[in-house]
């Protein structure tokens, strides 16, 4: 079973601070890794997508990639608290189609 | 920006009738997708679909789900005898491209309540 493991949360940064958050997956084949935002109620807003391993920054996100380690993070850099929402992982495990798996989220409030 | 559109954005139906839940991908897209979740779930995926044919479907699309492209713009998810357990968010997804950089959009989602 193909699986993206998310820690639930919350968690809770004052803002301005950096938001880390985690995501591990067990299938090694994984090609693609993409980070969704979902806002209560609301369908999952893609924030960036990565591929290689290293660092790839948009604004004040950065996504981080380690296959090696199967581990990829999100950073969320001066933290808003409109950044308040659940952020899912989804990982294209390569079966042809893109089919995303997704981790359950990570709970994230950004508190004033 | 081009959106995924989904009516209706909730439908409440009782358990064993028949729903049709509909898309509109943006136009350019090619590749379609049905996702679901549960109240508290994992956003689960259902089924891709691409030209004109299901590419893949996951083990919860059984007999019951079906998926249709009938006019060239609207993409349809059927399901056929309600039951209470199919009580969730449906998402439509699109892509332009299949690719390792191409996230997909998806759309505001139908929220199905079976009672």
């Known amino acids: 079973q193909k699986e993206v493991e998310q820690n639930s949360g919350p968690l809770s940064v004052p803002e301005g601070a950096i938001a880390s958050l985690n995501c591990t997956y067990s299938?090694?084949?994984?090609?693609?890794f993409f980070w969704y935002r979902q806002y209560s109620g609301k369908s999952p807003e893609l924030i960036m997508s990565i591929y290689s391993n290293g660092d790839k920054e948009d604004g004040r996100f950065t996504a981080q990639l380690n296959k090696a380690s199967q581990y990829v993070s999100l950073l969320i850099r001066d933290s808003q608290p409109s950044d308040s929402a659940t952020y899912l992982c989804a990982v294209n495990i390569n079966s042809g189609t893109y089919k995303y798996i997704f981790g359950t989220g990570t709970r994230l409030k950004v508190l004033a | 920006e081009p959106e995924v559109t989904q009516t209706p954005s909730h439908q409440v139906t009782q358990m064993g009738q028949e729903v049709i839940l509909r898309c509109v991908p943006i136009s350019n897209h090619l590749y379609f997708y049905w996702y679901r979740q549960i109240l508290g779930q994992k956003v689960e995926f259902l089924v891709s679909f691409y030209n004109n044919e299901i590419s893949e479907k996951s083990e919860i699309f059984d007999d019951q789900f079906s998926v249709e492209r009938p006019d060239g713009s609207n993409f349809t998810l059927k399901i056929r005898s309600t039951k209470l357990e199919d009580s969730a968010m449906y998402f439509c997804?699109?892509?332009?491209?299949?690719?390792?950089?191409?996230?997909?959009?998806f759309g505001s989602g139908t929220r199905l309540t079976v009672v």
């Open positions: 299938d090694r084949g994984s090609q693609s």
């Open positions: 997804a699109s892509s332009e491209v299949q690719g390792l950089n191409y996230g997909y959009t």
